[in-house]
């Protein structure tokens, strides 16, 4: 433990500025998808701050960070339309996180170890292009859409490129320019300034980016107020008085309606769906992980169950591991979890001291910091590399890539994992059977796994072989023969003799690979 307290504490150097920089990143994002859900602005600011302190300090995962999530938007809008009453759908969310601590019990994190790596690599692509196509709306000042949205198909009837169409025609000059001189501010202070100096390093470029945004629009206030930003530009958190006044956003669920069936079937459908996000994003998070470390999954699912019963219990909205402000904190320098920690408690600290001073952040300065956080996750080298890797590398990963563009991410990734699966039954297909032949002589070997999906070829070739020739089956190397391919050879050694064939079986003698003593009877005969 003491040896944890000093590494913890001998990264804060670089995690309190990643924990800055993450803390800039979800407070739109949770903001956002409150609204977007439905829900009390205020409820997502608490499931950040629960996201950050509760799993941050419970899970396994040192860079992983969690908040609301936006692929549960939709099922939060849903589920708050039918229940009507927001204290109701907080009974859900609380039910959800103790459906998701069993989950962890029983042991269901290890469903995360059957992603392919080229689908998860497509998923963070996926997400960096998400990013980029659905903050650029935001840049231009076009505020339509919800922060964090991610789906292709938004609720206002929109989809993500018919949003570029409309923000292109609406573009708000100082939305614009503070974006773009975000945008270029963080390419300078990353790539040049923050070679030639130590400071550089320390302070984090998108701290720089929202002071200059919030400089550059106080200033248009003061000299030209025509040309500065309004209030639907900029964020925008309750601001309380007093201390009873802040502690009167936090909402309690209401458990009179425990007997409601639509309680129930929410908190198992956010079980469910939350469990799932977080492990992909837990794989991914260890995928860009510099130092490759593994979090316990089942770990990460009881420690995501206490954050969405707590998050529940204060009037906060469900929760999961997000792959936004995890990316975003990897990108920072991050390197335990004490910045996902520090971010949470940023967020506390600040909507409670300062909220009037959050509200004078432009949006299109955040954009710019999440637009720059896309490109890292999905520049063209990366689409390059996979390309060089071949085909059956590539096609997984930009079907990824696509599905989730189009659809959203949990659709996205079980195509990609689909397309993942056919190409690995083909790389099986095509080397389970091995055929040669000289002259009169045959060799099928049989290797690995030969399943029945090998039956019509092995079935053909071997009706194929002309009269008096000889063939060998070599069954000694495959590890699994389906009962189909079993019974296609035994029947084609029973009548190989009325063609003058004579076949020879090899099989191991340390494996039951289900030939039956007929067939045994059969080969030495011929």
Not at 20 to 37: E, M, N
Request: neutral net charge; contains cysteine; glycine residues 8%.
């Amino acid at each position: 433990m003491v040896k944890k307290e000093k590494s913890y504490l001998g990264s804060l150097g670089s995690d309190f500025p990643a924990s800055v920089v993450v803390f800039l990143i979800a407070l739109p994002l949770c903001l956002g998808i409150a609204l977007g859900s439905g829900a009390p602005s205020f409820s997502g600011i608490i499931g950040g701050i629960v996201g950050g302190i509760v799993i941050g300090m419970l899970s396994g995962s040192q860079l992983s960070v969690s908040g609301p999530a936006a692929g549960l938007t939709a099922i939060v809008a849903v589920a708050i339309g039918k229940l009507q009453v927001f204290e109701a759908f907080l009974v859900a969310v609380v039910i959800g996180g103790i459906l998701q601590v069993i989950l962890g019990y029983i042991k269901a994190g290890i469903l995360g170890d059957y992603i392919p790596s080229g689908v998860i690599k497509g998923m963070l692509a996926a997400i960096g292009l998400i990013l980029i196509l659905k903050q650029v709306p935001h840049l231009v000042g076009y505020e339509a859409d919800f922060h964090g949205d991610e789906t292709f198909e938004q609720k206002d009837g929109k989809n993500t490129f018919s949003e570029l169409f409309y923000s292109f025609k609406n573009i708000l000059p100082t939305a614009l320019i503070i974006g773009v001189i975000s945008i270029l501010l963080q390419i300078l202070w990353d790539k040049v300034l923050a070679k030639k100096a130590k400071f550089f390093k320390l302070v984090p470029s998108p701290l720089i980016v929202v002071l200059i945004g919030v400089a550059i629009n106080e200033w248009l206030k003061s000299s030209r107020p025509e040309w500065a930003l309004g209030a639907s530009h900029l964020v925008s958190i309750p601001i309380a008085s007093t201390p009873g006044e802040f502690f009167s956003f936090f909402t309690f669920p209401d458990f009179s309606h425990l007997g409601n069936i639509t309680v129930w079937t929410t908190a198992l459908t956010i079980a469910i769906v939350a469990s799932l996000e977080t492990l992909l994003n837990i794989e991914a998070s260890d995928e860009l992980d510099p130092y490759k470390r593994v979090t316990p999954t089942n770990r990460e699912l009881k420690a995501q169950g206490v954050g969405n019963l707590v998050s529940g219990l204060i009037g906060g909205l469900p929760l999961t591991s997000v792959i936004v402000r995890t990316s975003a904190n990897v990108n920072a320098g991050a390197k335990t979890k004490m910045s996902a920690i520090l971010h949470g408690m940023l967020l506390l600290l600040c909507v409670a001291m300062i909220p009037s001073v959050l509200n004078l952040i432009p949006y299109s300065s955040l954009a710019a910091i999440l637009i720059y956080t896309g490109y890292k996750l999905t520049k063209p080298s990366l689409y390059a590399d996979f390309y060089r890797k071949g085909w059956e590398q590539f096609l997984p990963f930009v079907i990824t890539v696509v599905a989730i563009l189009l659809t959203d991410l949990l659709i996205g990734i079980l195509i990609g994992c689909c397309v993942g699966m056919f190409f690995v039954m083909r790389s099986n297909f095509k080397s389970a059977v091995f055929v040669v032949n000289d002259d009169n002589k045959y060799l099928f070997r049989l290797r690995k796994d030969v399943s029945f999906l090998n039956k019509p070829i092995i079935k053909r070739k071997l009706e194929q072989v002309p009269e008096e020739s000889y063939v060998l089956i070599d069954a000694a190397r495959a590890d699994f023969i389906d009962k189909d391919v079993v019974e296609v050879i035994e029947d084609f050694m029973k009548h190989a003799p009325l063609k003058d064939i004579k076949v020879e079986l090899k099989r191991s003698v340390y494996k039951d690979q289900g030939f039956s003593q007929h067939a045994e009877v059969l080969a030495s005969k011929n």
